[in-house]
Each structure stands twice: as structure tokens, then as C-alpha cells.
């Protein structure tokens, strides 16, 4: 069992405003170890910025525990809570960049404050633009780089400090899909290469298919659902996660539909003819509704709805068919 290093226990934050009080995060428990990528997704307002500021004490929870490797920050003097929020990097969607400073004055930024002598802090500012790939920019301004190179030198100054967690708000909601796709690429990198724990903050599935191993899911300020993305993604259990699962309000579990079958491919049998055996072997026609693969952790992982035959009896039997191919079958309602 891998080591805890982030516990939240019972948190709960509410906002006073002048509207009254809104409670952003409601009895929350999560748990995240060494060395996982952990993904919070939601939907806008459900409280994710929220949560992971609580994981730094950016935000103080009304009640409840956060223990960040091993210490209750609660516990803490300020001087020890400077020193926990040192081991955690943060990363946003608008960068936070210095303008007025080259890239490696914005890297050095925060060993100059923690006192890092000039020299050191500049060889220790190029060995993580090397990491990032902007060795050769150091020396431009964060105007002359694009929305991917900016959030890449936020990763730098984010690393400087040795973080054991790297806390990641929306870091790449203003990029597009291909740079999307470079620099979780390097966040998946420095995981491995630098055992940094990551937690990501998304409201696009996209993101935690790509490089999550765990994900919770949030909604209306309180964790629908957690677990490991594959068991999450092949099983959604609450109508939250279908919803993040299933594409553009195609879902299974609210609307009244025809008698359906999803159909969950574990990797193993996505690449066996199942389907076309299954139709010769019960002669029966199926309507195929809707089809995804997709790869996760590098297991192909796929999912189909497909509509059942109005006889009963032929039903039956190709339910008991996918069964028998150790595949999962859950009769849904859909509406495409
Ligand atoms: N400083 C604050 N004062 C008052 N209310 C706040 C404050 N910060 C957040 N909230 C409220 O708490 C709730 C959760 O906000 P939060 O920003 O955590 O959600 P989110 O899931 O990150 O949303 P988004 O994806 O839109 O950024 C919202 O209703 C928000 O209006």
C-alpha cells in the first residue's frame, strides 16, 4: 500500500457573502498517496478550486482535517505552514506569470525569496527549463512565449522549491488540444522522473483519461464518487459520474428509453470480434446506439449501448452470451 499524502477528513468550507452563507465544499474525505496523479473533476461552481486550495491552506476549511504528510496543518505555527506550502507547487490556468520578468528571473523567482544565493538559484532555474524544454529561453520575456511555453516556465518556478505535490488548477483549460496534450504529457513525465505527487483540477473528462490514475468526482460541493480511473470509468455508479462519462447528455441513468445493454470492454476482449460472434451465435439483430474506446493507462477501454431485441426470450440470451465472454452487462435506459 502506497503512503498517504494528502488526507482530508470531514472537510466542510463556507463563504460568508452578503447574499448569506455558501457552503463551497460539504463533508468532504479524500485521500490521495505518493506518487498518484489524482484528478478532481466537476462541474463549474461545484467547488474544486476550493478543495485544492484547502490542500494548501490557501483557503482555511470551516471544519474538518487536512493532513499533508503526515501534519495536521490545523496544528501548525505559521512559520511550519510556510514550509508545507513550499512542498507543494500550484499551477493555473492564466499562468501567473511575472511580466515584467525574463523566464529565468520568473524560475528563480521563489528560490530568491527562500534566500537561494543568485547563482545557485540561476543553475538550479536551468536544469528545470531544461526538464520543461525551454533551454533556450531563458532569457525572453513571458509576452514572447505561447499559452503551452508560459505554462511550461509556470511549471518550472512551480518545481523550484523541491515540491513533494505539484497542485494543478485548470492548467491547461486555456491551452488547445494538441498543447493540451504536450503538457499533461510533461506533467505525466515529471511524476515518474521526479516522484512528484500531482493533483489536477479539470472539468474536462479528457484530462483525467490522459494521464489520471485516481479520480474524484464533485458535485454540488460534496465527492460523488472516487476511485481508480479505470474502475470509475468502467462502472459509474452515480449519476455524476455517468454524466462525465457519457458524452453530451447521453446518459443511462435518468431518461426513460428502450430496453438497452452497456456493454463494458475491459481491454482483453475489445479486440475480439464479441459483437459479430455474438450476432451469428444468437442469431439476433442489435442496434448498435453508441460506441467509445479508449486508452487508459495504456489498456483500451471501451463501452458500447447497444438496443435489445423486443423478444424477450432473445434478449435473454445474448445478455446471458456477453456474460458467459466475461464481459460486463448492465441493462440502461438511453436516449441518443
Ligand atoms: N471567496 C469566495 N467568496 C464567496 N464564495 C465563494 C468564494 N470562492 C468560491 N465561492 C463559491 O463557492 C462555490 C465553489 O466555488 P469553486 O471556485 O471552488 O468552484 P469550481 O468547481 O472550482 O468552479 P469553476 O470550475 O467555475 O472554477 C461557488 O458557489 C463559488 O461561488
Known sequence: MKEKIIEIIDLTKSFHTKDGEVKALDHIDLTIHKGDIFGIIGMSGAGKSTLVRCMNFLEVPTAGTVIVDGQDLFALSKKELREVRHSMGMIFQQFNLLMQKTVM???????????????????????????????????AYPSQLSGGQKQ???????????????LCDEATSALDPTTTRSILALLK?????????????????????GICSHVA?????????????QEIFTHPKTLAAQKLVYPDGQNTGE????????????????YDPVMSEM???????????????????????????IQLPSDENLAEKIIYYLKNRNLTVEEVNYRA
Open 189 to 209: 513525465d515529471i511524476n515518474k522522473r521526479l516522484d512528484i505527487t500531482i493533483v489536477i483540477i479539470t472539468h474536462e473528462m479528457s484530462v483525467i483519461e
Open 255 to 270: 431518461n426513460i428509453g428502450e430496453k438497452c445493454l452497456r456493454i463494458v470492454f475491459d481491454g482483453s476482449s475489445s
Open 152 to 166: 511550461r516556465v509556470a511549471i518550472a518556478r512551480a518545481l523550484a522549491t523541491n515540491p513533494k505535490v505539484l
Open 217 to 229: 468526482i464533485i458535485d454540488q460541493s460534496k465527492i460523488a464518487e472516487s476511485g481508480r480511473v
Open 279 to 305: 450476432i451469428l451465435a444468437c442469431k439476433a439483430p442489435v442496434n448498435i446506439l453508441y460506441a467509445d474506446m479508449k486508452d487508459i493507462e495504456g489498456t483500451a477501454i471501451g463501452q458500447m449501448v
Open 105 to 139: 528571473e520568473n524560475v528563480c523567482f521563489p528560490l530568491e525569496i527562500a534566500g537561494v544565493k543568485k547563482a545557485e538559484a540561476q543553475e538550479k532555474a536551468r536544469e528545470l527549463l531544461a526538464i520543461v524544454g525551454l533551454e533556450n529561453k531563458e532569457k
